[in-house]
């Protein structure tokens, strides 16, 4: 008896260091919105991660509208690159996004396109690139490479 109370005692004592967080911890919501990226992201298989940033169109800094951006619809990925002038190489990675555990997403890349003034080609992978951890940082989302 003495033993079953000291279990329960262990017990109280050692769940009450449980971040109530990870008990409830909601999924991060991704589809219908767009991102701004930090850099590129799903153009290679062995990304560590990448940062979403929220952005606006209707934004009255242009600048703010140039670089790397992702936008999610259903189960579906899109990402693009935009410059102020022609003379860059423009990627675009699609795919679709599967999610597999509580803020846990698996990409799978079907086609890498390139044009203008790219050293590579397009390609259609059409496999996985990897499964990603979202956290939240603020009003961005880290995703790391698990």
């Not at 079953?4 to 769940?15: A, E, G, H, P, Q």
């Not at 044009?115 to 690139?129: A, G, I, M, Q, W």
């Amino acid at each position: 008896m003495k033993y079953f109370v000291l279990l329960i005692v262990l017990y109280l004592t050692f769940s009450s260091y449980i971040e109530p967080n990870k008990l409830h911890e909601e999924r991060i919501e991704l589809q219908n919105s767009s991102w701004k990226l930090d850099g590129k992201c799903l153009e290679t298989e062995n990304e560590d991660g990448f940062i979403l940033s929220a952005y606006s169109e209707s934004t009255g800094d242009i600048a703010s509208r140039w670089g790397y951006l992702i936008s999610f619809s259903e189960n579906t990925f899109q990402t693009s690159y935009r410059a102020p002038c022609g003379v860059d190489c423009f990627t675009s990675v699609s795919g679709t996004y599967l999610w597999v555990g509580s803020n846990k997403i698996e990409f799978f890349v079907t086609k890498i396109s390139r044009s203008e003034y790219c050293l590579d080609t397009s390609e259609n992978p059409r496999k996985s690139f990897g499964t990603y951890e979202l956290k939240t940082n603020g009003e961005r989302i880290i995703l790391k490479r698990i």
